[in-house]
């Protein structure tokens, strides 16, 4: 199944809008704090990818993935964690990731 890019379009810069400022607010919300690892092993710039993405972990049957991806104006929950996060040089950087990783776009898409 392939999203509708002009039914979803709206709605994915919203997302990567959003997930850039979000960012920008806890990044400014880390000044003068440490960036140490936590004892489960992730920096505060992890845990907060982290806990992004997991607001959209849900299971979704394909009856009604097939139905939402044709009707719906917002793109499928793992659409709307891993295309913001495929967009993210922040992301990139948190996690180490390089050019050619499965998470990181060849051509990034940035609003702002």
Same mark, same amino acid.
């Given at each position: ?7 979803? =379009?709206?709605?994915? /810069? ?30 505060? =710039? ?8 997991? !607001?959209?972990?849900?299971? $979704?049957? @394909?009856?009604?993935? +097939?139905?939402?991806? !044709?009707?719906?104006?917002? @793109?499928? @929950?793992?659409? +709307?964690? !891993?295309? @913001?996060?495929? !967009? ?14 499965? +998470?990181? +776009?060849?051509? $990034?898409?940035? /609003?702002?």
């Amino acid at each position: 199944m392939h999203e509708n890019g002009k039914l979803v =379009e709206g709605e994915s /810069i919203a997302d990567l809008g959003g997930l850039t400022l979000a960012y920008a607010a806890f990044q400014k919300s880390l000044h003068g704090k440490s960036s140490e690892k936590d004892a489960n092993g992730f920096t505060p =710039e992890q845990r907060f990818f982290l806990g992004y993405a997991e !607001n959209w972990a849900v299971n $979704v049957r @394909p009856e009604l993935a +097939r139905l939402q991806t !044709n009707s719906n104006p917002h @793109p499928l @929950p793992k659409f +709307r964690a !891993n295309g @913001p996060l495929s !967009n993210s040089a922040e992301f990139a950087k948190a996690f180490g990731c390089k050019k050619g990783d499965p +998470r990181v +776009r060849a051509q $990034v898409c940035k /609003i702002w």
